[in-house]
């Protein structure tokens, strides 16, 4: 992978408890301000475990955060995950038992290090610690709304399917969306999976 100066500094490593305040000021910024609180981010930290294995990972440089890849390892988040949550998945099309698929929750990259494949490096990590972990399968949910689409074309390059839409997907989240605020979020999401051999 051909890394600009910037990316050269930056550190990829597992995702720490003591890195959650950070993450949560990276997330408000980012995603939008209150997305996740920092409760919530403890809760997706100790889903993305399993073991000594942590599926989620997070970009430094300079000691600042500037990427984070937050995923759920398989078995540790379909039977807890929320009922609004529960209406944005369709189970009997994976074709994967619902305790072998892992959940790419959120990948966000800080501008200036967007383009350069700082985001696939973070999911292909993501990726070879959920096989390890005995996943079969992945599933997210792609911002439709993202710019130029770049969230579902990212997803299809790295080999996910969609298998449907599901309109006002965060709306019943309280938090100011960067692209409806200050009105509730309306965005699409487009559920996607990738089987892993």
Not at 106 to 120: A, M, R, T, V, Y
Not at 130 to 138: Q, T, Y
Not at 156 to 176: C, R, S, T
Request: glycine share 8%; proline share 4%; aromatic share 12%.
């Amino acid at each position: 992978m051909n890394l600009n100066k910037k990316e050269e500094e930056v550190v990829i490593r597992p995702l720490e408890e003591s890195d959650l305040k950070n993450v949560q000021l990276f997330t408000d910024r980012w995603i939008g301000q209150d997305y996740y609180s920092y409760s919530e981010l403890y809760d997706v930290f100790k889903k993305g475990n399993q073991g000594s294995l942590n599926a989620s990972f997070v970009a430094l440089s300079g000691g600042d955060v500037v990427g984070i890849r937050l995923t759920y390892a398989p078995g540790t988040w379909i039977e807890s995950s929320t009922e609004v949550f529960k209406k944005g998945l369709s189970t009997k099309e994976w074709k994967v038992p619902p305790l072998k698929m892992g959940y790419f929750k959120s990948l966000f990259i800080h501008e200036d290090f967007q383009g350069n494949g700082l985001g696939k490096v973070l999911s292909n990590k993501a990726l070879s610690i959920l096989k390890d972990m005995g996943a079969e399968a992945v599933l997210c949910h792609s911002w439709m709304e993202s710019p130029e689409n770049s969230s579902q074309r990212y997803l299809l390059k790295m080999g996910f399917q969609k298998i449907k839409e599901h309109p006002k997907f965060w709306y019943e989240i309280d938090y100011f969306c960067t692209r409806c605020g200050p009105s509730r979020c309306v965005c699409t999401a487009g559920e996607m999976i990738k089987l892993l051999d």
